[in-house]
Structures are given as structure tokens and as C-alpha cells.
Nanobody, 125 residues
Framework: QVQLVESGGGLVQAGGSLNLSCAAS????????LGWFRRTPGKDREFVAA????????VYSESVKGRFTISRDNAQNTVSLQMNNLKPEDTAVYSC??????????????????WGQGTQVTVSS
């Protein structure tokens, strides 16, 4: 099993930036894809971005493309999400997740078997 711990959330004004980090431990050799999802009360979990662990290929949701950048550090077993030009609608709990299959690059949350606890991001207008 893979354990994931997020950090870096907080409160920021619209137009500002935050960098989220996720540290993976445990059976990290099983990771194929790492992804970020977000959730707000009353809404379904939303895919944000994903990165393939070996090749570094990336995929983004349309709502964050051009503003967010996902990256990974294989040596440190971490994945980061740099969020720029934040908007109030980006307010959510952000969670990272690990997928052993590769299907996570399609943004399908059911392919992710390990999840972190999440970190709150709040963007004020």
C-alpha cells in the first residue's frame, strides 16, 4: 500500500499562487500515476491533474489548464501542484492519489487506490 501526505494548502487572494506537495511512502514502486483531485461540499470529486510516474507525461482538466502545473520528483517520491492565477472557484480540499494501473491518466478517480487526507485551499475574492 502507498501512503500519501499532502501539504501546502492555505488562504490566498484571487490572482495569487500556492504550491501543494504530496509525499509518497510505502510501496512506491507500485505507482504508475499520481494525480490531484479536489472536492467542495455538495459537489462530486473533480479531477485536476495527473502525471505518469516514470515518463512524466501530464494531463490537466480544462478548468485549470494553463494555470496549474503538476510535477514529480522521483528521488524524493513527491508530486507537486503549482497553482497560479487562483480563482475563488478553485476553493476546495485538494487530495493527491496514486494509481497502479495507468488508467489514472484518463482522470478516472476509480483507478486511484491510495489517497491522502487532503489539504484545504481557500481563495478569497
Amino acid at each position: 500500500q502507498v501512503q500519501l501526505v499532502e501539504s501546502g494548502g492555505g488562504l490566498v487572494q484571487a490572482g495569487g499562487s500556492l504550491n501543494l506537495s504530496c509525499a509518497a511512502s510505502g510501496r512506491t514502486f507500485t505507482i504508475n500515476t499520481l494525480g490531484w483531485f479536489r472536492r467542495t461540499p455538495g459537489k462530486d470529486r473533480e479531477f485536476v491533474a495527473a502525471i505518469s510516474w516514470k515518463g512524466g507525461n501530464t494531463v490537466y482538466s480544462e478548468s485549470v489548464k494553463g494555470r496549474f502545473t503538476i510535477s514529480r520528483d522521483n528521488a524524493q517520491n513527491t508530486v507537486s501542484l503549482q497553482m497560479n492565477n487562483l480563482k475563488p472557484e478553485d476553493t476546495a480540499v485538494y487530495s493527491c492519489a496514486a494509481d497502479p494501473t495507468g488508467l489514472g491518466m484518463r482522470g478516472w478517480y476509480k483507478s486511484f487506490g491510495s489517497w491522502g487526507q487532503g489539504t484545504q485551499v481557500t481563495v478569497s475574492s
